[in-house]
């Protein structure tokens, strides 16, 4: 099993800034990817940004140019660095990774979600 651990999040005025922090801990063999997703009251859940083990990063439209995800060099966090923050980037966020537990079966795995509010 793979636990997923985050921090950050809270409340901020809209134009300000965050950062949410996520650790993967547990029977882990390899990271494939790790990234954020987020969910707001009465939407489905969406892609924020990823990003795997080679480095590669991908981001949402609405996160382009303003989010920035990092992983630390074991790469076994992963970061979301959040600027000129919007209320309607207020929602759950949620740390995903896709973890090989041995050589040949991966899990993908969540985290318990932690706020973000955007007060305009």
């Known amino acids: 099993q793979v636990q997923l651990a985050e921090s950050g999040g809270g409340l901020v005025q809209a134009g300000g800034s965050l950062s949410l922090s996520c650790t993967a801990s547990g029977s882990i063999f390899r990271i494939i990817a790790m990234g954020w997703y987020r969910q707001a009251p009465g939407k489905q859940r969406e892609l924020v940004a990823t990003?795997?083990?080679?480095?590669?990063?991908n981001y949402a439209d609405s996160a382009k140019g303003r989010f920035t995800i990092s992983r630390d060099n074991a790469g076994n966090s992963v970061y979301l660095q959040m600027t000129s923050l919007k209320p309607e980037d207020t929602a759950v966020y949620y740390c995903?990774?896709?973890?090989?537990?041995?050589?040949?079966?991966?899990?993908?795995?969540w985290g318990q979600g932690t706020q973000v509010t955007v007060s305009s």
């Open positions: 995903n990774g896709r973890v090989y537990s041995d050589h040949h079966n991966w899990n993908e795995y």
């Open positions: 990003t795997n083990a080679g480095g590669a990063t």
